[in-house]
Nanobody
Framework: QVQLLESGGGLVQAGGSLRLSCAASGRTFSRYTMVWFRQAPGAEREFVATITWSGRNTYYADSAKGRFTISRDNGKNTVYLQMNSLKPEDTAVYYC????????????????WGQGTQVTVSS
């Protein structure tokens, strides 16, 4: 069983930065593929970034490439999402998810989710 708790969201002006954190409970955190998804009002949950259990491999949605960086610290059971050059269209609730298998784009394939953290980017 893994419990996830996101933090770090808030209100920021366009062009600004935020760093999201996702703290996980459980001793097997290092075995999990971790992802960040986001969901804007009225929209489906969409993939943002993922990182493999070892941290060696990352993959980003086109909308995040060059602006967002996902990382993890298995010693601290935490995954991060550094978001730079934020745009109003990045406004959404950001969720971290975990699964023991490899990455998939389908949010329904993830076993564990946090409660989400709101990111609002003003123009």
């Amino acid at each position: 069983q893994v419990q996830l708790l996101e933090s770090g969201g808030g209100l920021v002006q366009a062009g600004g930065s935020l760093r999201l954190s996702c703290a996980a409970s459980g001793r097997t955190f290092s075995r999990y593929t971790m992802v960040w998804f986001r969901q804007a009002p009225g929209a489906e949950r969409e993939f943002v970034a993922t990182i493999t259990w070892s941290g060696r491999n990352t993959y980003y949605a086109d909308s995040a490439k060059g602006r967002f960086t996902i990382s993890r610290d298995n010693g601290k059971n935490t995954v991060y999402l550094q978001m730079n050059s934020l745009k109003p269209e990045d406004t959404a609730v950001y969720y971290c998810g975990a699964r023991q298998a490899s990455f998939t784009y389908n949010a329904n394939d993830y076993t564990y989710w946090g409660q989400g953290t709101q990111v609002t980017v003003s123009s």
